[in-house]
């Protein structure tokens, strides 16, 4: 094996990533920018034409790193996967969502995993980066490549690999973000951290796969509870006629023992209300009900029918007050959170929904989504179009409401021209607090 790790080393190895969405474009072009021969493997044909003319489709992979990469020839985009055999590093970066009864839904592992079965030879280095519950990468991808009649640790090597990246943060990426690296066998575990360490700063070993998937989903579900925790606070503060922001900030002036999780509209993202879900699936099945992911999850869901009671009580309470049914609402920001443009999973969605359903009629506004489709049927609108960013048309919509605070939009036009203001996100900080036209989470 010192032959596949100096060839690791020394780039000399082709890597294959599976799935160019959110995570594995940026980990396709880091590779390609470490230089190794890099070859994207899609289903979406689009995402492949994009990705081989040169240009990034995702917000954190630079346009010109891309054009870049590719016009060297050291990344390219494919959908013919029986080029998975000339790959001797494979990245599976596929979608792992719930399905309908909330349940994992791991059919995009599986798809991806019977695709390598098949184009599988010796040699070959297997990580798995999708999030999903312990015990898949032993249970299910494991047996299906001892299957192909080769041994595991000593033909092919099958590791764990958990992706932390989190869009849109300027300060932390593929590179300064420590790996987490988990092998079916020692041996497996060092090719993957050789592997990852031509990429990562810090790649850390842990015993098994098992683990390695675990440390994801405590990451994942200690945001959710966290969050949990701080949305039930908000609610509490608003009972008490209190700022929660403002106990928030002292509070965290403490220098040890407390962290400071903001509240907001819900959970959203393919991340931390999905991760805690597949833990909870997973211990269900063993008999055992894992209680704070189902308490934060009860509170964090509800917080879409929070906004809707502010909003109706900014209507209530400021200026001359007036029913939810026929009033006009400008929804500011649908993405998930401030300054990316994924929409998966945002709580806008249940906030829009819920003002509609209360007679509402909504327009919102989003720079990063253009458009978002509420998939409600009914005669609720759909798709719907982010309508322009004209701070005077405010003054025209009976209440304005905050959902993601983009940092493109100008609080002191926004406080300036909104007749009615509810702020989810804080972008009013202390000039919201206590303002006459303000109503905050
Ligand atoms: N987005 C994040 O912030 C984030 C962060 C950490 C971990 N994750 C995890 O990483 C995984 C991927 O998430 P994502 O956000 O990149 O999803 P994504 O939907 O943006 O990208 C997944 C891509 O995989 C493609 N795909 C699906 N099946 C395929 C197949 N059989 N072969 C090839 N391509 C296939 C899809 O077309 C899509 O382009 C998930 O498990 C997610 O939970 C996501």
Same mark, same amino acid.
Request: proline letters at 7%; one cysteine or more; charged letters at 20%.
């Given at each position: 094996?010192?032959?596949?790790?100096? &060839? $690791?080393?020394?780039?000399?190895?082709?890597?294959? /990533? !599976?799935? %160019?969405?959110?995570?594995?474009? @940026?980990?396709? +072009?880091?590779?390609?920018?470490?230089?190794?021969?890099?070859?994207?493997?899609?289903?979406?044909?689009?995402?492949?034409?994009?990705?081989?003319?040169?240009?990034?489709?995702?917000?954190?992979?630079?346009?010109?790193?891309?054009?870049?990469?590719?016009?060297?020839?050291?990344?390219?985009?494919?959908?013919?996967?029986?080029?998975?055999?000339?790959?001797?590093?494979?990245?599976?970066?596929?979608?792992?969502?719930?399905?309908?009864?909330?349940?994992?839904?791991?059919?995009?592992?599986?798809?991806?995993?019977? &695709? $390598?079965?098949?184009?599988?030879?010796?040699?070959? /280095? !297997?990580? %798995?980066?999708?999030?999903?519950? @312990?015990?898949? +990468?032993?249970?299910?991808?494991?047996?299906?490549?001892?299957?192909?009649?080769?041994?595991?640790?000593?033909?092919?090597?099958?590791?764990?690999?958990?992706?932390?990246?989190?869009?849109?943060?300027?300060?932390?990426?593929?590179?300064?973000?420590?790996?987490?690296?988990?092998?079916?066998?020692?041996?497996?575990?060092?090719?993957?951290?050789?592997?990852?360490?031509?990429?990562?700063?810090?790649?850390?070993?842990?015993?098994?796969?098992?683990?390695?998937?675990?440390?994801?989903?405590?990451?994942?579900?200690? &945001?959710?509870?966290?969050?949990?925790?701080?949305?039930? /606070?908000?609610?509490?503060?608003?009972?008490?006629?209190?700022?929660?922001?403002?106990?928030?900030?002292?509070?965290?002036?403490?220098?040890?023992?407390?962290?400071?999780?903001?509240?907001?509209?819900?959970?959203?993202?393919?991340?931390?209300?999905?991760?805690?879900?597949?833990?909870?699936?997973?211990?269900?099945?063993?008999?055992?009900?894992?209680?704070?992911?189902?308490?934060?999850?009860?509170?964090?869901?509800?917080?879409?029918?929070?906004?809707?009671?502010?909003?109706?009580?900014?209507?209530?309470?400021?200026?001359?007050?007036?029913?939810?049914?026929?009033?006009?609402?400008?929804?500011?920001?649908?993405?998930?959170?401030?300054?990316?443009?994924?929409?998966?999973?945002?709580?806008?969605?249940?906030?829009?929904?819920?003002?509609?359903?209360?007679?509402?009629?909504?327009?919102?506004?989003?720079?990063?989504?253009?458009?978002?489709?509420?998939?409600?049927?009914?005669?609720?609108?759909?798709?719907?179009?982010?309508?322009?960013?004209?701070?005077?048309?405010?003054?025209?919509?009976?209440?304005?409401?905050?959902?993601?605070?983009?940092?493109?939009?100008?609080?002191?036009?926004?406080?300036?021209?909104?007749?009615?203001?509810?702020?989810?996100?804080?972008?009013?900080?202390?000039?919201?607090?206590?303002?006459?036209?303000?109503?905050?989470?």
């Amino acid at each position: 094996m010192s032959t596949l790790l100096s &060839r $690791i080393s020394s780039r000399e190895i082709t890597v294959g /990533v !599976i799935g %160019l969405g959110y995570v594995g474009l @940026p980990l396709a +072009t880091a590779f390609a920018d470490a230089g190794y021969h890099v070859i994207g493997f899609e289903i979406d044909e689009q995402k492949v034409r994009e990705l081989k003319a040169g240009r990034s489709y995702i917000p954190d992979v630079p346009a010109t790193d891309v054009a870049r990469l590719v016009s060297s020839g050291h990344l390219t985009g494919t959908t013919d996967f029986s080029l998975l055999s000339s790959c001797d590093a494979i990245s599976v970066c596929v979608p792992t969502p719930l399905g309908k009864s909330r349940d994992p839904d791991i059919s995009y592992i599986v798809e991806a995993t019977n &695709r $390598i079965v098949k184009h599988l030879r010796s040699g070959q /280095v !297997i990580v %798995l980066e999708s999030t999903t519950y @312990p015990g898949t +990468t032993i249970e299910v991808v494991k047996p299906a490549l001892e299957a192909a009649g080769l041994t595991m640790g000593i033909d092919v090597f099958l590791s764990f690999s958990p992706e932390r990246i989190d869009p849109g943060n300027p300060v932390y990426n593929v590179r300064n973000t420590p790996k987490i690296v988990g092998g079916v066998t020692p041996l497996c575990t060092e090719l993957a951290v050789a592997l990852y360490s031509a990429i990562v700063d810090r790649v850390l070993p842990v015993s098994s796969p098992t683990a390695a998937e675990m440390v994801k989903l405590l990451e994942n579900t200690f &945001r959710a509870v966290n969050i949990g925790l701080v949305n039930e /606070v908000a609610i509490i503060a608003e009972k008490l006629g209190l700022d929660v922001w403002e106990i928030i900030e002292a509070a965290k002036s403490k220098p040890f023992g407390f962290m400071p999780f903001y509240p907001g509209p819900g959970l959203g993202g393919h991340c931390i209300p999905i991760d805690p879900q597949y833990l909870s699936w997973k211990l269900r099945m063993m008999n055992y009900r894992t209680r704070f992911i189902e308490l934060a999850d009860d509170i964090n869901s509800h917080m879409p029918e929070q906004v809707v009671d502010r909003v109706a009580m900014a209507l209530n309470n400021i200026g001359e007050p007036k029913p939810m049914r026929g009033t006009k609402l400008l929804v500011l920001g649908v993405a998930y959170k401030r300054d990316i443009d994924d929409w998966r999973e945002s709580p806008a969605i249940p906030v829009i929904l819920g003002l509609l359903s209360r007679g509402a009629v909504v327009d919102y506004q989003d720079d990063f989504v253009p458009k978002i489709d509420l998939a409600h049927g009914g005669d609720v609108p759909q798709p719907m179009y982010s309508v322009p960013l004209d701070y005077a048309a405010m003054s025209r919509y009976d209440a304005v409401v905050v959902v993601t605070d983009h940092q493109y939009f100008n609080v002191g036009l926004v406080l300036e021209h909104a007749r009615r203001l509810v702020d989810t996100r804080n972008l009013t900080g202390t000039i919201g607090r206590g303002h006459p036209r303000v109503v905050k989470l």
